[in-house]
T-cell receptor, first 112, second 115 residues
Framework: QQQVKQSPQSLIVQKGGISIINCAYENTAFDYFPWYQQFPGKGPALLIAIRPDVSEKKEGRFTISFNKSAKQFSLHIMDSQPGDSATYFCAASMLGFNKFYFGSGTKLNVKP | NAGVMQNPRHLVRRRGQEARLRCSPMKGHSHVYWYRQLPEEGLKFMVYLQKENIIDESGMPKERFSAEFPKEGPSILRIQQVVRGDSAAYFC?????????????FGPGTRLTVT
C-alpha cells in the first residue's frame, strides 16, 4: 500500500515558468510534509516543509500549498531555472513514528 | 559543520558476499535512519536506530539484513549473502532526536552493485 502518491512522474518546463508537483496521502495522522530535492548521484536535500495547521508556506521561489480536507499538497516552483532540474520527492511523517513515507518522485527538466 | 557522512560511496560485491555500509550522523544527532532507493523509485524506509537501540525495523527484510548503531562509532547496515536484487542506493539520514523535531538530513548515499 502506497502511503503517498506523487504526480507527475516527469515534468518539462520552460525557463521562467511555474513547475507544479502534486502529492496525495491517505493517513490522516500524518502531520509533517517535507519536499526533498535530489540531484543525480547525490542524497536528498530538504527543500521546504509544512505542518497541517497552515494552508501555504513560501520560501523564496518555492511554495507548498496544503489542502487538509482533500489530503493533498503540492510544490510550486516559481520562475523555474535550469538549475532547478532535479528529482523532487514529497514525503509524509507523523510525530512519534519518525520514519518518512516518500512519494515516487518527479523528474523536473527546466529548458533554457 | 559536517553533514551526514556515508562510506563507501560505491561498493561492488559478488553474489554471496557481505556488504557493510557505514553512516556517521551529523554532530549532535543521536537518531539514524536507513532508506533504500531502487533505480527510478522513491526512498523506502528500512530501519530507525538510536544509540545502542533499534527503534523501528519494520522496513527491513527479515533475512540477511541487520543494522546497528553502537555507543561509539558509526551506524552500520550489514547485508549478508548479497543477491542481485540488493543492488540499490542506500541512504542514511540523521535527526537531533528531539520530540519536536521532524527534520531528517540525508547523506550522499552508498551505491551498491551486486555482480
Amino acid at each position: 500500500q502506497q502511503q503517498v502518491k506523487q504526480s507527475p512522474q516527469s515534468l518539462i518546463v520552460q525557463k521562467g515558468g511555474i513547475s507544479i508537483i502534486n502529492c496525495a496521502y491517505e493517513n490522516t495522522a500524518f502531520d509533517y510534509f517535507p519536499w526533498y530535492q535530489q540531484f543525480p548521484g547525490k542524497g536528498p536535500a530538504l527543500l521546504i516543509a509544512i505542518r497541517p495547521d497552515v494552508s501555504e508556506k513560501k520560501e523564496g521561489r518555492f511554495t507548498i500549498s496544503f489542502n487538509k480536507s482533500a489530503k493533498q499538497f503540492s510544490l510550486h516552483i516559481m520562475d523555474s531555472q535550469p538549475g532547478d532540474s532535479a528529482t523532487y520527492f514529497c514525503a509524509a511523517s507523523m510525530l512519534g513514528f519518525n520514519k518518512f513515507y516518500f512519494g515516487s518522485g518527479t523528474k523536473l527538466n527546466v529548458k533554457p | 559543520n559536517a553533514g551526514v557522512m556515508q562510506n563507501p560511496r560505491h561498493l561492488v560485491r559478488r553474489r554471496g558476499q557481505e556488504a557493510r555500509l557505514r553512516c556517521s550522523p551529523m554532530k549532535g544527532h543521536s537518531h539514524v535512519y536507513w532508506y533504500r532507493q531502487l533505480p527510478e523509485e522513491g526512498l523506502k524506509f528500512m530501519v530507525y536506530l538510536q544509540k545502542e537501540n533499534i527503534i523501528d525495523e519494520s522496513g527491513m527484510p527479515k533475512e540477511r539484513f541487520s543494522a546497528e548503531f553502537p555507543k561509539e562509532g558509526p551506524s552500520i547496515l550489514r547485508i549478508q549473502q548479497v543477491v542481485r536484487g540488493d543492488s540499490a542506493a542506500y541512504f542514511c539520514a540523521s535527526s537531533p532526536g528531539q520530540a519536536s523535531s521532524y527534520e531528517q538530513y540525508f547523506g550522499p548515499g552508498t551505491r551498491l552493485t551486486v555482480t
